[in-house]
């Protein structure tokens, strides 16, 4: 069934992600609410996959997302760490490039295999739960999900059932907009035609 067909038959859409989801401009959820009338934009800029995880389950536990509704997720990068304060997101972007975690902290405390390792349980969670209603894709391919990081990670060791479910991925933003678009030195978040862009050739939702 096409993503326009699921979007027209699901009771509601809701849509998580980081600001590649939610930013300054219009971004793939915003143009799908032009479009339809039934979704909901719940991404945050600078949010990591622990935001949108967690973002997830507050919704489904408390009765926002039912089986007849279709959940989208642009899972982002892992070099970042979310922190909730007395009711408060706190979502700083990537460790590395950000100025709000001091480059000794993160070196000392943050190892790039366990980031990796933590946000692909959190993903395969989601997964196990909402195995019927889930849209997978994200900013990266996951297996190179280190964002414009210079470091250099080994492929992850996945299982069978965590290589799975990165299997139910569609094409990635870096995919389809290509590395050129990836490594320009301007502002990193796609524009409302490079939305559209990605919208049209991996869903085939014309705007």
Same mark, same amino acid.
């Given at each position: %069934?096409?993503?326009n067909?699921?979007?027209?038959?699901?009771?509601?859409?809701?849509?998580?992600?980081?600001? /590649?989801?939610?930013?300054a401009?219009?971004?793939?959820?915003?143009l799908l609410?032009?479009?339809?009338?039934n979704?909901?934009?719940?991404?945050?800029a600078?949010?990591?996959?622990y935001y949108?995880?967690?973002?997830?389950?507050?919704?489904?536990?408390?009765?926002?997302?039912?089986?007849?509704?279709?959940? %989208?997720?642009c899972?982002?990068?892992?070099?970042?760490?979310?922190?909730?304060?007395?009711?408060?997101?706190?979502t700083?972007g990537?460790?590395?490039?950000?100025k709000?975690w001091?480059?000794?902290v993160?070196?000392?405390?943050f190892?790039p295999e366990?980031?990796?390792?933590r946000?692909?349980?959190y993903?395969?969670?989601i997964?196990?739960? /909402?195995?019927?209603?889930i849209?997978n894709?994200?900013i990266?391919?996951f297996?190179?999900?280190?964002e414009?990081?210079?470091m250099?990670?080994k492929p992850?060791?996945?299982?069978?059932?965590?290589?799975?479910?990165?299997n139910?991925?569609?094409?990635?933003?870096?995919?389809?907009?290509?590395?050129?678009?990836?490594?320009q030195k301007?502002d990193l978040?796609?524009t409302t035609e490079?939305h559209?862009?990605?919208?049209?050739?991996v869903?085939?939702?014309?705007?």
């Amino acid at each position: %069934m096409s993503l326009n067909n699921r979007i027209v038959k699901a009771k509601k859409v809701l849509c998580f992600g980081c600001s /590649f989801t939610r930013y300054a401009w219009s971004t793939w959820a915003d143009l799908l609410k032009e479009k339809y009338k039934n979704i909901f934009n719940h991404g945050r800029a600078g949010a990591g996959n622990y935001y949108i995880f967690q973002k997830i389950l507050e919704e489904y536990t408390t009765g926002n997302i039912d089986q007849q509704d279709l959940i %989208m997720v642009c899972w982002t990068g892992i070099y970042r760490q979310d922190n909730k304060i007395r009711d408060n997101w706190h979502t700083h972007g990537n460790l590395l490039s950000g100025k709000h975690w001091p480059k000794n902290v993160v070196k000392d405390f943050f190892d790039p295999e366990f980031l990796l390792e933590r946000d692909l349980y959190y993903i395969y969670a989601i997964n196990r739960i /909402f195995e019927k209603q889930i849209i997978n894709f994200s900013i990266s391919e996951f297996e190179q999900i280190i964002e414009y990081d210079p470091m250099k990670i080994k492929p992850p060791k996945t299982n069978i059932k965590i290589q799975e479910t990165l299997n139910t991925f569609y094409p990635s933003f870096k995919q389809i907009l290509g590395e050129g678009y990836w490594n320009q030195k301007k502002d990193l978040h796609p524009t409302t035609e490079q939305h559209k862009k990605y919208l049209e050739k991996v869903f085939e939702i014309i705007l």
